[in-house]
T-cell receptor
Framework: SAVISQKPSRDICQRGTSLTIQCQVD?????MFWYRQQPGQSLTLIAT?????????ESGFVIDKFPISRPNLTFSTLTVSNMSPEDSSIYLC??????????FGAGTRLSVL | SQQGEEDPQALSIQEGENATMNCSYK?????LQWYRQNSGRGLVHLIL?????REKHSGRLRVTLDTSKKSSSLLITASRAADTASYFC??????????FGKGTRLHILP
């Protein structure tokens, strides 16, 4: 298993600003994932962040809006850029294992005014 | 895109009763997982069942898998207040990804 620390846990932001979410893992992992979860909905994968390579974005998500960094095997950041109220969601990071099981951070609850 | 779809969307039962949730999926899988999410929190992995397995137990949890019907069920026996949460099934996809279903919101009544 892995312990994931995600911060901030919540934030309220103004339209047009950007927020960077951090995800710290207690062990070295290859695969990290970023998800968005809109209120009462399921999780939608934003991108896969593997160390040493560019993040791979899912359909409907672009790097200019959601830039991701993965400087080492224990850390990643997701930035939500030029925010609008439609970006209000829970953002979750997770790490993958060879058994296909994922371990999640507690999430960042973002509200955009 | 959603692969799994849980049924029911919401379920309320009395404490001590059993809760059953179902998941249907569309394409062939190598494994299927169930996760729990307490309100406002991250997801917690509960159990994984492989495509060549039909049933698996973990404590008060029992998972079944029917690959011919592309469906799975999660049974929680002797429910407790702490079981109140959303439950998601997830199927494996390419590139080590998993795809989550829409979830079942379970509420245990005192």
């Amino acid at each position: 298993s892995a312990v994931i620390s995600q911060k901030p846990s919540r934030d309220i932001c103004q339209r047009g600003t950007s927020l960077t979410i951090q995800c710290q893992v207690d062990s070295q992992v290859t695969m990290m994932f970023w998800y968005r979860q809109q209120p009462g909905q399921s999780l939608t994968l934003i991108a896969t962040a593997n160390q040493g390579s560019e993040a791979t974005y899912e359909s409907g998500f672009v790097i200019d809006k959601f830039p991701i960094s993965r400087p080492n095997l224990t850390f990643s950041t997701l930035t939500v850029s030029n925010m609008s109220p439609e970006d209000s969601s829970i953002y979750l990071c997770s790490v993958g294992t060879r058994k296909n099981i994922q371990y999640f951070g507690a999430g960042t609850r973002l509200s955009v005014l | 895109s959603q692969q799994g779809e849980e049924d029911p969307q919401a379920l309320s039962i009395q404490e001590g009763e059993n809760a059953t949730m179902n998941c249907s999926y569309k394409t062939s899988i190598n494994n299927l997982q169930w996760y729990r999410q307490n309100s406002g929190r991250g997801l917690v992995h509960l159990i994984l069942i492989r495509s060549n397995e039909r049933e698996k137990h973990s404590g008060r949890l029992r998972v079944t898998l029917d690959t011919s019907k592309k469906s799975s069920s999660l049974l929680i026996t002797a429910s407790r207040a702490a079981d109140t949460a959303s439950y998601f099934c997830a199927t494996d996809a390419r590139d080590d990804k998993i795809i989550f279903g829409k979830g079942t919101r379970l509420h245990i009544l005192p």
